[in-house]
């Protein structure tokens, strides 16, 4: 059976974006790494599905390239424009994922997604960490682009510290004009992508722990994304959104 799916981007982070709002899509984790394969299949960092919801305009279900499940921040923003594609939203959205419920806002062509409070990132000798729906190890580096983020990554993700779940690793360079610089290994994808919203956000709160403020700007390899948030007197966060675009790149049809 051919199935139709849709290619998106955010800020190069890439994923395969079917409708199944009709059940057509199994969960099955095989089909899921055989499509994102970049050699025998489509090609991204994950897949993907929009579901009906009874209550919220949808639910969104993610996977890793190899399957697994986790919160994506990039994900949900190409989520959210996807939707609008498919005349299931205008503006706003109110959508389910698996870590609860989430909303975005879509202005001037860009996707806001408020994300969840929260507390100051763990901080450690020589980095910091913080799950916000996804676990991330953060760590502040002169030169992000001297950095082997791939094997530096693995190492990290894989190490004693963090099994037997992982962790995604974040090297950030604080730049003069005080926008940063962050580049990710994806636990799931197993490399540096180009692009990772969770990540991302945790960089910039443990940035604005160094005193940046909001809001913050960050490069990424895949184009440039904004943080805003509210700091407490407690060094909590709330009112935190990630913002940036979220592109269709190309339609097609894949044998399931
Ligand atoms: N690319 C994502 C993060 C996806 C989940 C992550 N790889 C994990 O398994 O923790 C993002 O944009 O947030």
Known sequence: MKITFYKYQGTGNDF?????????????????????DRKFGIGADGLILIEHHDKLDFEMVYFNADG??????????????????????????????????YEADIKNGLIHLHMRDQQNPKKFDSHYFLNN?????????????????????????????????????????????????????????????????????????????????????????GGKLEVRFEQNVDKSFSNIWLIGPAEQVFVGQFDI
């Open 133 to 221: 729906g996804s676990p991330h190890h953060i760590e502040f580096v002169n030169d992000v682009d001297k950095k082997d983020v791939r094997n530096l990554g693995a190492t990290t993700r894989y190490s004693d510290a963090y099994k037997p779940n992982g962790t995604n690793v974040n090297f950030v360079q604080v730049k003069e004009d005080h926008t940063i610089y962050v580049r990710t290994y994806e636990r799931g994808v197993e490399d540096e992508t180009l692009s990772c919203g969770t990540g991302i956000t945790a960089s910039a709160l443990a940035a604005a722990d160094k005193g940046l403020r909001s809001p913050i700007f960050i490069e990424a390899k």
């Open 16 to 36: 395969v974006m079917i409708d199944n709002r009709e059940g057509i899509f199994s969960h099955e984790t095989s089909l899921v790494s055989k499509m994102c």
């Open 68 to 101: 697994s499940q986790s919160l994506c921040g990039n994900g949900s923003r190409c989520a959210v424009s996807f939707a609008r594609y498919l005349g299931i939203i205008q503006d706003h959205a109110n959508f389910l994922t698996i870590d609860g419920e």
